[in-house]
């Protein structure tokens, strides 16, 4: 399962293997993009990521953190661009695409629907057995996202 928090700046992942009582950590991380970039010239370097990861890994499957609204309208229609570039990515290597909301992956992992960053980085390292919570925070995002499809399936 490939979990990803994506964004036009730093875009989250965590490849996690399902296995009881709710998986094992493979890989998270980052993709940088740089923000001085014009955006197609970073949509295509997540692109490559993504689908470096997808042949890397050769997941099941690909679950990523669906759009939620935003007083700005500008970041939320480019955030949908880099949402675009990882179904994208995927459907190219023939995955079926879950996607979750940001509080429903924050009830799922964290508790609590409003659970902060840290208490869901907490609960990711708890629930993989991890002596340390992954980091940055938008690695940890994106492993919780791959534990929120898991817990959900």
Same mark, same amino acid.
């Not at 492993?143 to 399936?153: D, G, K, N, S, Y």
């Given at each position: ?53 997808? &042949? =890397?890994?050769?997941?099941? /499957?690909? *679950? ?8 700005? +309208?500008?970041? !939320? %229609? ?9 179904m994208l990515a995927a459907a190219k ?31 990711? &390292? =708890?629930?993989?057995?991890? /002596?340390? *919570?992954p980091e940055p925070s938008d690695a940890a995002d994106g +492993?919780?996202? !791959? %534990? ?6």
């Open positions: 399962m490939l979990g990803v928090d994506p964004g036009t700046q730093v875009t989250g992942y965590g490849v996690v293997d399902v296995v009881a009582p709710v998986g094992r950590l493979v890989e998270c991380g980052t993709i940088a993009l740089d923000r001085r970039d014009p955006l197609a010239k970073r949509l295509r370097t997540l692109h490559d990521g993504i689908a470096a990861l997808i &042949a =890397r890994h050769r997941p099941d /499957s690909v *679950a990523l953190e669906d759009a939620f609204y935003r007083k700005n +309208v500008r970041t !939320a %229609l480019v955030l949908g661009h880099a949402r675009g570039v990882v290597a023939d995955l079926d695409v879950f996607e979750y909301p940001p509080a429903t992956i924050k009830q799922t992992v964290g508790g609590a629907g409003a659970a902060r960053k840290w208490q869901v980085a907490t609960m990711v &390292a =708890r629930l993989l057995q991890l /002596s340390r *919570a +492993v919780a996202v !791959a %534990l929120t499809h898991i817990l959900r399936a």
